[in-house]
């Protein structure tokens, strides 16, 4: 049985509602509270990795440009883990 990608999930709800509500610019920013751990932890993360940025007064805003980058990376890492284990797959089976 697969296990969803939880973290990536829990970030793009998050992404999503940034961007529902106009907040891409500092000028735009948003008051927010995270109403659950998970949310908390995304939010940690995007924080963490200057996705949402504050303008010191307790508003935050997404960041779009580091969002598609930190997206990319994730897409090159599984990517490279996925014909890693091709390799390792192939290497077994030739054995």
Known sequence: MAVPPVRPLAERRLVQHFRDAGAVSMADA?????????????FDRLKGADVLRTDGQGRWWLEEERWHDRRSDRRARVVLTMLAV???GAFAALR
């Open 30 to 42: 948003i008051p927010f509270a995270p109403a659950t751990p998970s949310r908390q932890r995304a």
């Open 86 to 88: 091709a390799a390792a």
